[in-house]
DNA sequence: CGCCGATATTTGTATATACAATAATCTCGC
DNA sequence: GCGAGATTATTGTATATACAAATATCGGCG
């Protein structure tokens, strides 16, 4: 009779070096838990992450072309076409006429505005509750890989 | 007549602290860069990024149950359902009976390990091209997070 | 044995995301 | 001024994600 144990199955060896190397996988996994903070934060005004991102871009900018917050946020442009569909649905942006007919501004009503004043301090919350569980050190490092891919990426330094 | 400017927006200087500290913003951002580099890298061999990280679960343990996937990768276990059922319709994973009638096993197939082998390479090259990206400061940042947050989280250190 | 609370997963519904294809407009060269 | 190619955004389709509710099973207690 051969041996009772099978052969060793050789992709689990691969599979561990995967596992503990995959930049990915760490990534989405502290993206799932960290938007699950804010998202459960913000869930008493009505307002995602996403949405809050989005909208903070308008206020400071005053208004904004599609393109210009694809562009800031590394967003695709349909994505963001389907985000913006429900806030304008929710009466918190509205586009209006551009010089270039193919575009448009996008700019925050009034609702907006309050809508943003009320997600402040529950903004807040989730991000203590973030540093919290991140630590300084944590937090400092996503800034900083942040300002690297806004400053057209490309290593340390 | 009153001064022509109008009185400046009070949300814009609060946004913008929002935009410059905002933790989820700058981590969601970087979640859409890293996962486009996977997914496109592993386009070729008809996988996604989440699909392989939860194949590897699965062949780095032989089999796992859902919700040892769902604790190890902090996915809601609706989420895992869904994207099993994909994998499971494409043929890579099966479940198997369990003592536990609630429950099951979660194994990968021998058409999923050959999945598995042939995404080595794309994986390989999506990897090699976020670290370049991310440089190995922010990769090792990345990993320190997650590891913080796999070993229960609160904090530094 | 049978019920009841606990546990494990799936299903219903909604948002977030991207790629491919389409639509609308612009710009430049003639 | 017109047509071809470029630019900008939206629509079609599919995956990823989570919360709430439903389903199925387990385990203990009477």
């Known amino acids: ?7 060793a199955d050789p ?3 691969l ?3 995967v596992a503990t190397q995959c930049t990915a996988v760490r990534l989405r996994l502290i993206n799932r838990v960290v938007t699950s903070i804010y998202d459960r934060a913000l869930r008493p005004v009505g307002l995602t992450i ?5 909208l903070v871009v308008l206020l400071r900018r005053g ?7 694809c562009d800031l946020l590394q967003m695709d442009a ?21 010089d ?33 569980l991140l630590g300084d050190t944590g937090v400092e490092a996503i800034s900083a890989v942040a300002e690297g891919i806004w400053s057209g990426g490309d290593g340390d330094g």
């Open 100 to 132: 270039d007919g193919r575009s448009h501004w996008l700019t925050p009503t009034a609702k907006g505005r309050r809508l943003f004043t009320r997600a402040l301090p529950h903004w807040n919350r989730a991000q203590r509750q973030t540093v919290s």
């Open 78 to 98: 349909s994505t963001l076409s389907r985000n913006i569909e429900r806030m304008n649905a929710a009466g918190w942006v509205r586009p209006v006429p551009a």
């Open 15 to 17: 599979a561990t070096q």
């Open 63 to 69: 208004r904004a072309r599609p393109g210009e917050v």
């Open 1 to 7: 009779m051969t041996h009772r144990t099978r052969k």
């Open 50 to 54: 996403c949405q809050l991102g989005i």
């Open 11 to 13: 992709t689990a060896a």
